[in-house]
């Protein structure tokens, strides 16, 4: 997807870059990640905290299709059907509260609390048209009352504040962190789309799910 001539609003309402930002690994290659880390939220948070305390920045970022090790822990992503554990987004790890926004006018296509320990938790997809082309971005991993008066069809602006980094309690038992999704085909979906995939599904999801990273960081 061609974002050259659209001029869109950064999601973190500043821009990512090296001064306030790091890339995080959560890949199964990182070694030092270790079970007893992620499979503990407590540990998972104060992890998280104290790489981006040792960096001095307020945000961590990366993800999109890294083979992820941090799901083994949750029975939603390993059934004896398949094993999910590559990620179709891009998070940003930060403070819980930390505000989000919207990056281009859209509408709001959906929006659901999608429990379960591992799920995103509450979920906004907004739908956006763009020089002819219909697309679908999504925000999981919320604060519950960010779900609180939207409706269907209701009109968001350029750079309007949607949402918040939601709590462990609320965020589908999460350090905080926003995942954020670009979706060209919702495929029937309404609330919820797959954010992790089994590796036999990679190539579909990498045609439907473009890269967002220029909707967040610049060099």
């Given at each position: 997807m061609n974002w050259k001539n659209i001029d869109p609003f950064p999601v973190m309402g500043a821009w990512l870059d090296k001064s306030n930002a790091i890339p995080l690994d959560f890949s199964a290659a990182n070694?030092?990640?270790?079970?007893?880390?992620?499979?503990h939220i407590d540990a998972f948070c104060n992890h998280v905290n104290q790489l981006l305390q040792d960096a001095g920045v307020p945000f961590g970022y990366g993800g999109y299709f890294e083979n992820r090790i941090i799901y083994n822990v949750f029975d939603n992503f390993?059934?004896?059907?398949?094993?999910?554990?590559?990620?179709?987004?891009?998070?940003?790890?930060?403070?819980?509260?930390?505000?989000?926004?919207?990056?281009?006018?859209?509408?709001?296509?959906?929006?659901?609390?999608?429990?379960?320990?591992?799920?995103?938790?509450?979920?906004?997809?907004?739908?956006?048209?763009?020089?002819?082309?219909?697309?679908?971005?999504?925000?999981?991993?919320?604060?519950?009352?960010?779900?609180t008066g939207l409706e269907v069809g209701q009109t968001i602006a350029k750079?309007?504040?949607?949402?918040?980094?939601?709590?462990?309690?609320?965020?589908?038992?999460?350090?905080?962190?926003?995942?954020?999704?670009?979706?060209?085909?919702?495929?029937?979906w309404e609330g919820d789309y797959p954010g992790v995939c089994a590796t036999k599904d990679e190539v579909h999801f990498r045609k439907n799910c473009p890269d967002p990273l220029s909707l967040i960081y610049k060099d």
């Open positions: 070694t030092a990640l270790q079970k007893e880390t992620y499979g390993a059934t004896p059907a398949e094993h999910r554990n590559i990620h179709l987004g891009i998070d940003v790890w930060g403070a819980e509260g930390t505000k989000v926004f919207c990056p281009l006018e859209g509408e709001i296509h959906s929006f659901r609390f999608n429990e379960g320990d591992g799920n995103y938790g509450p979920a906004i997809i907004v739908k956006h048209h763009v020089d002819g082309d219909t697309f679908f971005s999504l925000y999981g991993h919320l604060r519950r009352d960010d779900l750079g309007s504040l949607l949402c918040h980094f939601g709590a462990p309690h609320e965020n589908g038992k999460w350090p905080p962190h926003l995942h954020f999704q670009l979706i060209r085909d919702m495929e029937g």
